[in-house]
């Protein structure tokens, strides 16, 4: 059971880390479909892997672009953690509408929060609307995807709890 989740682990962060590679055009240049996998690792893992999962992927599409905002990305990769932490949660307790309710304001309109007083009023409003669509556009394919992908996994190998 311990080697099935750590295969799974590594599995979607290197999901993560190809979906990186598909930017969403904004003017910062980490977005991009790096949460995907992330997010269908809640129907797969549990909460504390899911969380690891989401931070490589951010790490690595941070990477790809060249670490735009710095040192700061260890503060969003520690944000991104705890978001798929709660949503991971949240799929498990069942709140399948919640879920992607939190996950779209937690990542969308709260993470870049922190950036209104590090960086400036000005730059918070600037980024807010390309994450904003960027963590709708990860939620919407994860969202479609997710339910197609669990069934045709539970033939296969199971939900791994």
Same mark, same amino acid.
């Given at each position: 059971?311990?080697?099935?989740?750590? /295969?799974? @682990?590594?599995?979607?962060?290197?999901?993560?880390?190809?979906?990186?590679?598909?930017?969403?055009?904004?003017?910062?240049?980490?977005?991009?479909?790096? /949460?995907?996998?992330?997010?269908?690792?809640?129907?797969?893992?549990?909460?504390?892997?899911?969380? @690891?999962?989401?931070? @490589?992927?951010?790490?690595?599409?941070?990477?790809?672009?060249?670490?735009?905002?710095?040192?700061?990305?260890?503060?969003?990769? !520690?944000?991104?953690?705890?978001?798929?932490?709660?949503?991971?949660?949240?799929?498990?307790?069942?709140?399948? /509408?919640?879920?992607?309710?939190?996950?779209?304001?937690?990542?969308?309109?709260?993470?870049?929060?922190?950036?209104?007083?590090?960086?400036? %009023?000005?730059?918070?409003?600037?980024?807010? %609307?390309? !994450?904003?669509?960027?963590?709708?556009?990860?939620?919407?394919?994860?969202?479609?995807?997710? %339910?197609?992908?669990?069934?045709?996994?539970?033939?296969?190998?199971?939900?791994?709890?």
């Amino acid at each position: 059971m311990k080697l099935r989740k750590m /295969t799974l @682990t590594a599995i979607f962060a290197a999901l993560c880390a190809v979906g990186g590679f598909i930017k969403i055009p904004s003017g910062v240049g980490s977005l991009a479909l790096d /949460t995907v996998p992330a997010l269908l690792a809640a129907a797969f893992l549990p909460p504390v892997l899911v969380g @690891t999962v989401s931070m @490589t992927g951010h790490l690595a599409s941070a990477m790809y672009a060249g670490f735009p905002l710095g040192p700061f990305h260890v503060l969003i990769a !520690i944000e991104m953690m705890i978001i798929l932490y709660v949503f991971a949660r949240l799929h498990k307790a069942g709140h399948h /509408t919640l879920k992607w309710v939190f996950f779209i304001v937690a990542n969308g309109l709260l993470a870049p929060l922190p950036f209104y007083f590090l960086v400036s %009023p000005a730059f918070f409003v600037g980024v807010v %609307p390309a !994450i904003l669509v960027a963590t709708i556009v990860n939620a919407v394919v994860a969202a479609v995807v997710m %339910p197609v992908l669990s069934k045709a996994a539970s033939g296969r190998f199971g939900v791994v709890q």
